[in-house]
């Protein structure tokens, strides 16, 4: 029972810590504070957040592709691999890297959950 406890209280204060921490965050993005690595999409000038205008218009492409021509991930990969276009390292598009610049992209695989891992994960959301 003790161990159970402090498990508990060990894993409220994990989630506390996140919460502040994204919210922390959250404020700096909210002010056009940079936070981590500059998005794709933007620059930074000194401690500013500018969009990149080419970039931007990269990521309307892709998101037009995806969303409005009803593309598959690897087919807008290729397009933009096909016409040139190029990350900021100058390599090839990865769908990885394709899908964070595509919004509200949501993948059609999906792991098997077990029926052990979501009773456990549904009582500790409702108990956090």
Known sequence: MAFAMKAFFGEMERRQVKYRTKKALEHKKAHGQVTGSVPYGYRREGK????DLNEQALIRKANELYHVQGKKL????RFLNDTGKRTRTGKPWQPNQVTKLIEKYRGSFCKANRKFSCATRTFIE???
């Not at 500013?48 to 969009?51: G, R, T």
């Open 48 to 51: 500013e957040l500018v969009p």
């Open 74 to 77: 690897a087919e807008v990969v």
């Open 126 to 128: 409702a108990i956090g």
